[in-house]
């Protein structure tokens, strides 16, 4: 059972365009979220972060929306980028630390 | 620091072969993690260890042994390699929870 479920699988946006992916969770003891960004051959690396006592997080042109009441979460990239193009996951973490995965999202952003 | 190193990167073996993947870390994190990365299946927990001499089950054990003698390591073991078990695999540590991850170890069973 995908304890975080994300969408779409796939994405391609222009450059200059906002990249949306979402994510829903029905797990309340949930208490971090955040989100991970991986290119090809590489590890996922943390890209932004959110607690759920917080409904918006900046930084830079990454913004997480957070829902507590509908239990959703996503990740807006303004302004995509070439260079943005990566598989994003989002990720929920429980109170033992363990985080689980959504089953990413595809990114490609055309010139 | 050089963070997580995993080692090798690349890996063939053949089924009911055994080999240990290597996970060392510099940043004396106390949480360290294993994930399989499956194709669209996104990442899954095969084990991880809060600290040295605790290691637990995370969604996908089977086929799978670790142990933890030291802060720094946490390899990970497979017995009797098995097609289905042909993945990347990701260790990971963490201070608090949000994981730091190696490069990954491409393995197949062929």
Not at chain 1, 28 to 47: E, M, R, S, V
Not at chain 1, 61 to 89: E, V, W
Not at chain 2, 69 to 85: H, I, K, N, V, Y
Request: glycine content about 10%.
């Amino acid at each position: 059972q995908q304890q975080v479920k994300q969408s779409p699988q796939s994405l391609i946006v222009q450059k200059g365009g906002i990249s949306i992916i979402n994510c829903a969770y029905e797990n309340t003891a949930f208490d971090y979220f955040p989100w991970y960004q991986q290119f090809p051959g590489k590890g996922p690396a943390l890209l932004i972060a959110i607690r759920p006592d917080v409904s918006e997080k900046k930084e830079g042109r990454f913004t997480i929306s957070f829902n507590k009441s509908a239990k959703q979460f996503s990740l807006h990239i303004m302004d995509s980028q070439p260079g943005d193009s990566a598989t994003y996951f989002c990720a929920a973490k429980t109170g033992a630390n363990n985080l689980f995965f959504g089953t990413g999202t595809r990114l490609t952003v055309i010139p | 620091n050089a963070g997580v190193t995993q080692t090798p990167k690349f890996r063939i073996l053949k089924i009911g072969q055994s080999m240990t993947l290597q996970c060392t870390q510099d940043m004396n994190h106390n949480y360290m993690y294993w994930y399989r990365q499956d194709p669209g299946m996104g990442l899954k927990l095969i084990y991880y260890s809060v600290g040295a001499g605790i290691t637990d089950k995370g969604e996908v054990p089977n086929g799978y042994n670790v142990s933890r003698s030291t802060t720094e390591d946490f390899p990970l073991r497979l017995e009797l390699a098995a097609p289905s078990q042909t993945s990347v695999y990701f260790c990971a540590s963490s201070p608090t929870g949000i994981a730091f991850f190696g490069q990954g170890t491409r393995l197949t069973v062929v």
